[in-house]
């Protein structure tokens, strides 16, 4: 089983910066794809970010340059770095973790609030 620990979520102003963090724990075998996804009330999950195991990354179509995904295989962590924030990036974000023969994700983080005020 896997657990997975967001940290680093909170309340920034417009244009500001936030830096989230991912623990990772217990079994990682077969784990390819770690990432973020993020949701608003009453919507869908969407894609923020991937890093595949030999570091290929995906971005979802409204970062625009705006987020960094960094992955440290030895301590197991992940990060997601967010510049220029924008109200409509208030979300809860929710780390992730796909095997390499699954779609979706496997496994899911408890989520952290980032509230972005104007």
């Known amino acids: 089983q896997l657990q997975l620990v967001e940290t680093g979520g909170g309340v920034v102003q417009t244009g500001g910066s936030l830096r989230l963090s991912c623990a990772v724990s217990g079994s990682i075998g077969g784990i390819n794809t770690l990432g973020w996804y993020r949701q608003v009330p009453g919507g869908q999950r969407e894609l923020a970010a991937t890093?595949?195991?030999?570091?290929?990354?995906h971005y979802g179509g409204f970062v625009k340059g705006r987020f960094t995904i960094s992955r440290d295989n030895a301590v197991r962590t992940i990060g997601l770095q967010m510049h220029n924030l924008k109200p409509e990036d208030t979300a809860v974000y929710y780390c992730?973790?796909?095997?390499?023969?699954?779609?979706?994700?496997?496994?899911w983080g408890q989520g952290t609030q980032v509230t972005v005020s104007a």
């Open positions: 890093i595949s195991r030999g570091g290929a990354i």
């Open positions: 992730s973790a796909k095997k390499s023969d699954s779609v979706t994700p496997d496994y």
